[in-house]
C-alpha cells in the first residue's frame, strides 16, 4: 500500500518568507509525528498528532513554526518569516492506533532558505 | 535528559557481520529501534525492540540489548553492498510521550 507521502520534496524560499510542507499519511493512521534532520544530524522531533489535537509540540523550536491537522488525515507544517537557520530535511511519520510502537517515515522535504 | 550516542563510521568488507553500537541515558525507554538511512531517502524502520528483551532476530539483522549498561547493538550478517547506508538508533521513552530521540546515525561502507 501507499506509504506516507511529503509535498513539495524540496523548497527554496528566501529569508523572511512564509512557507508550507505538507504530509499525508498512512491511510488509517491516527498518529502523525514531524520531526527535523539538519546535516550530519538524527532527526528531531517537533510536533505530535493524535487525530486532529496536537498531543504534544514541545518540539516546536519557536512560535515561527505552527501545525494544523484539520481533518485527522492530511497535516500541514507552517513556518512564518524564515531564517537561514530553518533550512533542514522535514519528516513526517504516521503510526496506527493499534500499532503505535511502530513510526513509519515518508521520503522528507528539503527546506532551504537563502 | 535523553541522549543517543553512536560512533559515526563503520568500514565492513562485503560478506562479513557489521556490528553498529548504540548508547542510550534514558533508563525509562520503552522500545528502541533501529532505522537505515540511504542517500536522499526517508528512514526505514529496520527493527526494534521492547526494553524487557534481550534479543531479537530478524533474518540478517540481530539486535541485542543490555538495560544495565544501556547498551543497544545491531549486527548485520554477510553484509552486502546493498546495505551501505546510515543507521540511526532511537529510542522511545515511557509514559504518554511517542516521540522517538535518535542518534547521530552511523555512516556503514560495506567494501567490495
Given at each position: 500500500g501507499a506509504g506516507?507521502?511529503?509535498?513539495?520534496?524540496?523548497?527554496?524560499?528566501?529569508?523572511?518568507?512564509?512557507?508550507?510542507?505538507?504530509?499525508?499519511?498512512?491511510?488509517?493512521?491516527?498518529?502523525?509525528?514531524?520531526?527535523?534532520?539538519s546535516l550530519g544530524q538524527g532527526p528531531e522531533f517537533l510536533i505530535y498528532f493524535q487525530g486532529t489535537g496536537a498531543a504534544d509540540d514541545s518540539g516546536l523550536p519557536n512560535d515561527r513554526?505552527?501545525?494544523?491537522?484539520?481533518e485527522g488525515s492530511v497535516?500541514?507544517?507552517?513556518?512564518?518569516?524564515?531564517?537561514?537557520?530553518?533550512?533542514?530535511?522535514?519528516?513526517?511519520?504516521?503510526?496506527s492506533s493499534a500499532g503505535d510502537n511502530e513510526q513509519f517515515f515518508g521520503?522528507?522535504?528539503?527546506?532551504?532558505?537563502? | 535528559g535523553e541522549d543517543v550516542e553512536q560512533s559515526l563510521f563503520l568500514s565492513v568488507r562485503e560478506g562479513d557481520s557489521s556490528v553498529i553500537n548504540c548508547t542510550y541515558t534514558d533508563s525509562s525507554s520503552t522500545y528502541l529501534y533501529?532505522?537505515?538511512?540511504?542517500?536522499?531517502?526517508?528512514?526505514?524502520?529496520?527493527?526494534?525492540?521492547?526494553?524487557?528483551m534481550d534479543m531479537k532476530q530478524d533474518q540478517r539483522l540481530t539486535v541485542l540489548l543490555n538495560k544495565k549498561d544501556k547498551h543497544l547493538s545491531l549486527r548485520i550478517a554477510d553484509t552486502q553492498t546493498g546495505?551501505?547506508?546510515i543507521y540511526f538508533c532511537?529510542?522511545?521513552?515511557?509514559?504518554?510521550?511517542?516521540?522517538?530521540?535518535f542518534g547521530?546515525?552511523?555512516q556503514l561502507t560495506v567494501l567490495p
Open positions: 506516507v507521502s511529503q509535498t513539495p520534496s524540496n523548497k527554496v524560499t528566501e529569508k523572511g518568507k512564509y512557507v508550507e510542507l505538507r504530509c499525508d499519511p498512512i491511510s488509517g493512521h491516527t498518529a502523525l509525528y514531524w520531526y527535523r534532520q513554526f505552527f501545525a494544523v491537522r484539520p497535516s500541514t507544517l507552517k513556518i512564518q518569516r524564515t531564517e537561514r537557520g530553518d533550512s533542514a530535511v522535514y519528516l513526517c511519520a504516521s503510526s521520503p522528507g522535504t528539503r527546506l532551504t532558505v537563502l | 533501529w532505522y537505515k538511512q540511504e542517500p536522499g531517502a526517508g528512514l526505514q524502520l529496520l527493527t526494534y525492540i521492547f526494553s524487557n546495505d551501505s547506508a532511537a529510542e522511545r521513552a515511557r509514559g504518554s510521550a511517542r516521540q522517538l530521540t547521530s546515525g552511523t
